[in-house]
Structures are given as C-alpha cells and as structure tokens.
C-alpha cells in the first residue's frame, strides 16, 4: 500500500465490485420502532420481539439501568423496562442495543475509531431526537433519534472493510489514523448512503447519511437539518472524530431555520454530555 489515495482507490474498488460483505443490519431494534410508531402500538409485541433475542434483552436492561435513565430502582424485566420508560423509550434503546455488537475490532486504530463513532452516533441521536422535541417536530421524535443514529454509518462500512482487508492480508497493515480518518471523511457520506440502501431503510434515512455535510442542502428537509445541527453539537462538544469547539451553533443556519434559540442550544449541550453516559 503506497499512501492515502491508494488506500481510498483500495475502499472504492470494494464498494463498486461489492468485494466485502456489508455490516449486518439487526432487523429487531427497526420491527420495535416501527410497532411504536403504528396507530395502536401492542406493548406485548414489543415485548416478544425483545425477550425473542437474549443478547438484545440483557443489552436493554444494562442501557435502562444505567445512569441516563435511572430511575429509583432497578428495572429487572423487559415488561418493566416499558412501564417504567415507556415504549417510545424502550424503542429507542432496542435500536442502540442491536447495533452495538457491530462496532467492534480485533485492531487497535480501528477499535479506536470505531468507539469513537459509537459515542458519536448515541449523542447524536439522543441530540436528534431532543432537537426535534424542542423545536415543535414532537411527532418526528422517533425519526429524529434514528436518523442521528444512523447518519454515519458510512464509516462503519469502511472501517470494517478495513478490517476485512486486513485479514485476509489484502493490506498488509492497518492505515494510520490519519489516512483512516481521511479516508472516513471524503467517503463516509457515499458509502453510508449506500449501506442504508441496501439495508433497505426508508429513504429520508439515506438521504440525511447522504447529505449531511453537503455545503448547500436542502432546508426544507426537517429532519436533515436537524440531524446537521446535532451532528455540529457533538462536534462542538468534542464527541466524536472531529472536535469543532470554536463552533457557535445558535449562529448557524441550521439553527436559525429551525428557530433555535441560544438558550436552547446551551440545554443541547447539556443533554450531550448525559448522553455520553450512554455509550
Ligand atoms: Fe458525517
Ligand atoms: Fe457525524
């Protein structure tokens, strides 16, 4: 491997012939948000579909218990966990827990990255999903948690098809963090475009993994702009792979097109470092 264009030239050959497997996409954290989102959700199919998958029940009690939710005492059962929480709730943290297990690496500099992004996509989900809360788009709350979720998951493609390539000795190391991270950002947004594609997600989901750092995007798009302001909110709070602290959020247009005020941006980024709890 000479340097960072042939390692991106390396990626990009994967993507277009569809040499590597994609990540696998848990379906059960997606059938419990959408039994949410139904006109009668059933807390009992909510139910099923969770305790159906031991590792994702265990995973939803640790998240439940921990310090961003915790109530005055523990929550020991599924059933619990949705009288306490809540199914909205229980949804949103179904979703995080079925897709934790993929962001794992047996490589130091891409373990490294990928708990990064782990952070990152928690905060900007829980950012999301606060955003829309306070800026009149209650009915998108759902929405607005996966969308922050899922928006790059671009890098999660690439970095486990560097992990891919590594194994089967197609590179004989693993890049650098700096040619990882380049690598990561100029292609991030294509690939998770991609990647959502072919999970077959709805399209608002691989539109806003698509454009989400475009220069000039379409403000009409809610649920774009507000996964932009979140994504800027975490960068500005030094979560994630790149820290942006000089970033005055109540100044940018997606916070101006939203109606957010500076107040509300300061309650953002408190609500940013509980959601690091999190991760
Ligand atoms: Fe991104
Ligand atoms: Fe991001």
């Not at 963090?177 to 998770?192: Q, V």
């Not at 220069?215 to 800027?232: G, H, I, K, P, W």
Request: with cysteine; aromatic share 6%.
């Amino acid at each position: 491997m000479g340097g960072e264009t042939s390692f991106i030239d390396i990626l990009d050959y994967c993507l277009a012939q569809k040499k590597i497997a994609p990540p696998v996409f848990n379906r059960t954290g997606l059938q419990v948000q959408q039994e949410v989102a139904a006109a009668d959700p059933d807390p009992r199919v909510i139910e099923q579909l969770i305790t159906y998958d031991p590792t994702l029940t265990s995973q939803i009690l640790r998240i439940a218990n921990s310090v961003f939710f915790k109530g005055l005492s523990e929550i020991t059962t599924i059933r619990n966990a949705i009288v306490r929480l809540g199914m909205k709730e229980i949804a949103n943290i179904a979703l995080l827990a079925s897709q934790k297990s993929n962001f794992t690496s047996r490589y130091r500099t891409i373990q490294a990255a990928m708990r990064s992004l782990w952070i990152h996509s928690v905060a900007c989900a829980i950012g999301t999903q606060w955003i829309a809360l306070n800026c009149g788009m209650k009915s998108r709350a759902q929405e607005a948690f996966t969308a922050g979720l899922l928006h790059d998951m671009g890098k999660l493609y690439i970095l486990m098809i560097t992990e891919a390539l590594k194994r089967r000795g197609n590179i004989r190391q693993v890049p650098s963090e700096m040619i990882l991270h380049e690598a990561l950002d100029s292609l991030h947004t294509r690939y998770g475009y991609e990647l959502l594609t072919i999970w077959n997600l709805p399209e608002a989901y691989a539109v806003v993994a698509r454009d989400h750092h475009l220069e000039e995007y379409d403000d009409s798009n809610a649920l774009l702009t507000m996964v932009r302001l979140a994504d800027m909110a975490c960068n500005q709070q030094g979560i994630g792979m790149k820290p942006a602290s000089d970033l005055i959020l109540a100044a940018t247009p997606e916070a101006d097109s939203l109606g957010l005020s500076e107040i509300q941006m300061a309650e953002l980024e408190i609500r940013l470092e509980d959601a690091v709890s999190l991760s």
